[in-house]
């Protein structure tokens, strides 16, 4: 379960980016997170995984309290959490397989179980045909593809999701989609931030609207009404 309670982010230049946000997400949920550019959601999305640590308020990852731990905790709370960004972030002098085994590497997982697992992921991201393909020869569906797979080989009870499609045309988009949805019919919870108007409304999931930093709107299977 994910908990914020009363959060608050205010940047050092002044901006307060977040104004108190109260939003409860169980295991399992798929959450688009929707408001215009400048509103609040790459914020959000990084106060989850501890990249920006928030002014005051209480947030809470699974066992996890945000404002408690100590940054040498900060890895652990990352393996329950993948990560995926619109610009795939994959390295790009490693392979596909190379991207996807390097972050089992890093937390020290048997070779054996690697070499299996990140064959499985990058199956199931439909690549298994180009696993030794560097990012530079891949297209964007295939390099977030790569990124996906990346994001849940250690299998994360949450993947969070940046943009995923801002890159991306919109047959491509839907595929992407179609493998986030299926992560999550595997019980990951998704919290996904997006402006793509007709993914959200026809993946149909919960949205939260944020508008000034202010949570405006929370609706349970909810259609993307565009606030400028
Ligand atoms: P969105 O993802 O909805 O476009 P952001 O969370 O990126 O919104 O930004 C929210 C507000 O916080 C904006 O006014 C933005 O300029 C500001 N902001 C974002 N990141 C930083 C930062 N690192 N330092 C200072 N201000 C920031």
Redesign the pocket.
């Known amino acids: 379960m994910i908990e914020l309670k009363n959060v608050v982010k205010e940047?050092?230049?002044g901006?307060t980016?977040l104004k108190g946000i109260d939003l409860t997400i169980e295991q399992g949920e798929f959450v688009y997170i929707v408001?215009?550019?400048?509103?609040?959601?790459?914020?959000?999305i990084k106060t989850l995984y501890r990249e920006e640590k928030i002014t005051s308020g209480i947030i809470k990852v699974n066992e996890y309290d945000l404002v408690r731990m100590k940054d040498r905790q900060v890895p652990y709370l990352r393996r329950e959490l993948g990560v995926v960004f619109q610009d795939y972030r994959l390295l790009p002098r490693l392979t596909a397989y190379e991207n996807v085994a390097y972050a089992m590497e890093v937390i020290e997982k048997r070779p054996e179980e690697i070499k299996s697992r990140v064959i499985e992921v990058l199956e199931m991201v439909g690549l298994k045909d180009k696993i030794r393909r560097y990012p530079s020869e891949l297209s964007g569906g295939e390099q977030q593809r790569v990124a996906i797979a990346r994001a849940i080989t250690n299998k994360p009870s949450v993947l969070i999701a940046d943009e995923p499609t801002g890159n991306l045309d919109p047959d491509t988009s839907n595929e992407i989609m179609e493998i986030i949805e299926r992560i999550n019919q595997q019980n990951t919870t998704v919290i996904m931030?997006t402006h793509n108007q007709s993914i959200v409304n026809n993946y149909v999931h919960r949205v939260i609207t944020?508008k000034h930093?202010h949570l405006v709107s929370d609706q349970e299977k909810g259609a993307y009404r565009y606030e400028a």
Request: glycine share 22%; charged share 5%; net charge positive.
């Open positions: 940047y050092p230049n901006i980016a408001g215009a550019s400048g509103s609040g959601k790459s914020t959000l931030a944020i930093g």
